[in-house]
């Protein structure tokens, strides 16, 4: 979905994982991330701060491709009224429980 994409539109990559984003701005040094560190020590890697500032970016977006575990992509989308798709395997599929969140809120 990154590589089909980032050559004609810019992606913002929200993630707590460091080295998932290490591994993704290497593939796409294109991609765009809200600067935060990570404190490998803790339960929460990053502070609350910057997962704020992440939920607020995505929410704003032209659409958000999360994952199965991502309760921050799914808020973010609702919180902006944003498409949701989730990645289910190989698959990218509408969340209908995000688009039912989001017509019911209107």
């Known amino acids: 979905m990154i590589g089909a994409n980032i050559a004609s539109r810019p992606i913002l990559l929200a993630t707590d994982d460091p080295q998932l984003q290490n591994t993704l701005q290497q593939r796409f040094p294109a991609l765009i991330t809200f600067p935060k560190t990570y404190d490998l020590t803790k339960l929460r890697t990053t502070p609350v701060r910057a997962a704020l500032s992440d939920m607020w970016l995505l929410g704003r977006c032209y659409q958000i ?6 309760s921050f992509s799914k808020f973010s989308a609702i919180w902006g009224r944003t498409p949701y798709f989730e990645v289910i395997g190989d698959q990218i599929v509408r969340s209908e429980f995000t688009d039912r969140m989001i017509s019911t809120s209107e």
Request: aromatic fraction near 34%.
């Open 65 to 70: 491709v999360g994952t199965y575990y991502s």
